[in-house]
């Protein structure tokens, strides 16, 4: 067997055994500062993800770096309180093996969040931008010895966020009169934010908003055929000159925070249409 298929059957049979015979329907990835969801999360199961074989600590700020098994929406999810970064310094199998925990414990749905710096000027601190599309700009999880257990060797990324979960979330956000937006992310790998520069090349690439996660597992629930949604907090704006603006990590993670219970909302309506 494939080392990387031990490891991750290891850690989902560990991690299995704790939930009391729960099946997740949902899997839930909060980022940096979005983790009042978990707060909502009925009759929860906390597992660290350090008591689970192969798991390192979360070390990026705001991210608890705990799985969450409970009831939100009258549907079983599983939520990762935090997640791994290529920046922390972990290898992409690392990066995405609680993704492919998830599959394996039997998700059709991820709905993955992040907080990010936004170059589309009508953008806001503390709008929500549902992801239509993205580009990737951090290593691919799927470069090496193709896991055939997941998927194919070569999946389609045509449409990676799913099109009715959009519809669904777009007609949820009007009835609950919360703007969102909608527009392309980029993820690079940090651990810097960006300069003027790179935030000028990132727009006429035509991406509204810039991070330094999520695409990885995007890529990994793809590979299974598991359906995603995601959506950005914007905390953060780009800037044009070198001299008028310093990006905080806290204010970052504090202007998450704000923005999450508006995000937690759409989830939980999202979650009960299903």
């Given at each position: 067997?494939?080392?990387?298929?031990?490891?991750?059957?290891?850690?989902?049979?560990?991690?299995?055994?704790?939930?009391?015979?729960?099946?997740?329907?949902?899997?839930?990835?909060?980022?940096?500062?979005?983790?009042?969801?978990?707060?909502?999360?009925?009759?929860?199961?906390?597992?660290?993800?350090?008591?689970?074989?192969?798991?390192?600590?979360?070390?990026?700020?705001?991210?608890?770096?705990?799985?969450?098994?409970?009831?939100?929406?009258?549907?079983?999810?599983?939520?990762?309180?935090?997640?791994?970064?290529?920046?922390?310094?972990?290898?992409?199998?690392?990066?995405?093996?609680?993704?492919?925990?998830?599959?394996?414990?039997?998700?059709?749905?991820?709905?993955?969040?992040?907080?990010?710096?936004?170059?589309?000027?009508?953008?806001?601190?503390?709008?929500?931008?549902?992801?239509?599309?993205?580009?990737?700009?951090?290593?691919?999880?799927?470069?090496?010895?193709?896991?055939?257990?997941?998927?194919?060797?070569?999946?389609?990324?045509?449409?990676?966020?799913?099109?009715?979960?959009?519809?669904r979330m777009l007609a949820i956000a009007a009835r609950q009169k919360v703007e969102l937006r909608r527009g392309i992310y980029v993820?690079?790998?940090?651990?810097?934010?960006?300069?003027?520069?790179?935030?000028?090349?990132?727009?006429?690439?035509?991406?509204?908003?810039?991070?330094?996660?999520?695409?990885?597992?995007?890529?990994?629930?793809?590979?299974?055929?598991?359906?995603?949604?995601?959506?950005?907090?914007?905390?953060?704006?780009?800037?044009?000159?070198?001299?008028?603006?310093?990006?905080?990590?806290?204010?970052?993670?504090?202007?998450?925070?704000?923005?999450?219970?508006?995000?937690?909302?759409?989830?939980?309506?999202?979650?009960?249409?299903?």
């Amino acid at each position: 067997m494939d080392p990387r298929m031990a490891a991750i059957e290891a850690a989902a049979e560990a991690l299995s055994a704790r939930f009391s015979g729960r099946k997740p329907v949902v899997g839930i990835i909060l980022g940096s500062g979005l983790g009042r969801l978990a707060d909502e999360i009925e009759d929860p199961i906390v597992v660290p993800f350090v008591e689970l074989p192969g798991f390192p600590a979360a070390t990026a700020v705001g991210h608890k770096g705990n799985f969450i098994c409970g009831f939100l929406g009258g549907k079983c999810v599983l939520a990762m309180q935090g997640r791994y970064h290529f920046y922390e310094g972990y290898p992409m199998d690392t990066v995405v093996l609680p993704i492919r925990i998830m599959i394996l414990l039997g998700i059709g749905y991820l709905f993955s969040s992040n907080a990010t710096g936004a170059m589309n000027k009508s953008f806001r601190i503390g709008d929500l931008m549902l992801i239509r599309d993205h580009i990737n700009l951090l290593p691919n999880p799927l470069i090496g010895p193709n896991l055939d257990r997941f998927g194919t060797r070569f999946p389609d990324m045509t449409c990676a966020y799913d099109l009715e979960l959009q519809e669904r979330m777009l007609a949820i956000a009007a009835r609950q009169k919360v703007e969102l937006r909608r527009g392309i992310y980029v993820s690079c790998s940090g651990p810097t934010y960006e300069t003027p520069a790179e935030y000028a090349f990132y727009a006429s690439m035509g991406a509204d908003n810039v991070g330094m996660s999520m695409t990885p597992e995007v890529i990994v629930a793809r590979h299974a055929g598991v359906r995603v949604l995601g959506l950005s907090i914007i905390t953060d704006l780009a800037h044009e000159n070198e001299d008028d603006y310093i990006t905080d990590e806290n204010e970052i993670v504090r202007q998450a925070d704000l923005a999450s219970r508006k995000m937690t909302a759409l989830f939980r309506a999202l979650i009960a249409s299903l």
